[in-house]
Nanobody, 122 residues
Framework: VQLQASGGGLVQAGGSLRLSCAASGRIYSSHIMGWFRQAPGKERDFVALIRWGIGNTFYANSVKGRFTISRDKAENTVYLQMNSLKPEDTAVYYC????????????????WGQGTQVTVSS
C-alpha cells in the first residue's frame, strides 16, 4: 500500500485543519490506519487510529476531544480533523497502515505516507 498525506499548513492557535491520507492498494477490513506526529528533536508519537472495517477509533490523550479520525472506504482515504489547535500540536504528521488489528506502536505499521507539516502559531 502506498500512502499520500496532504492538508498540512500554518494556522493560528484555536484554528482547524483537516489532513487527508489517500491510499493506493487494498486495505483489508482487519487493518488499521493511524496518524502519528513528530516534532523537531522528538520521537514519532501516536495520535489516532481507526479500524478500517468497523471504524473503531482510539486517540492519544493529548488530542482526545479535539481531533477526529475518519475514513472513506469508497475513496480509500483516511482523514484527521483537527480542531482547537494548540502550538504544541506543531509537528510533521504521518499516516500509516498496520496489518495488525490494533496498535499504537509505530513499529507495527508497515506503510507510511511522506508526512505533512502542521504549524500552529500562538
Amino acid at each position: 500500500v502506498q500512502l499520500q498525506a496532504s492538508g498540512g499548513g500554518l494556522v493560528q492557535a484555536g484554528g482547524s485543519l483537516r489532513l487527508s491520507c489517500a491510499a493506493s492498494g487494498r486495505i483489508y477490513s482487519s487493518h488499521i490506519m493511524g496518524w502519528f506526529r513528530q516534532a523537531p528533536g522528538k520521537e514519532r508519537d501516536f495520535v489516532a487510529l481507526i479500524r478500517w472495517g468497523i471504524g473503531n477509533t482510539f486517540y492519544a490523550n493529548s488530542v482526545k476531544g479535539r481531533f477526529t479520525i475518519s475514513r472513506d472506504k469508497a475513496e480509500n482515504t483516511v482523514y484527521l480533523q483537527m480542531n482547537s489547535l494548540k502550538p504544541e500540536d506543531t509537528a510533521v504528521y504521518y499516516c500509516g497502515r498496520s496489518p495488525r488489528e490494533w496498535s499504537t506502536r509505530g513499529l507495527d505499521y508497515d506503510s507510511w505516507g511522506q508526512g505533512t507539516q502542521v504549524t500552529v502559531s500562538s
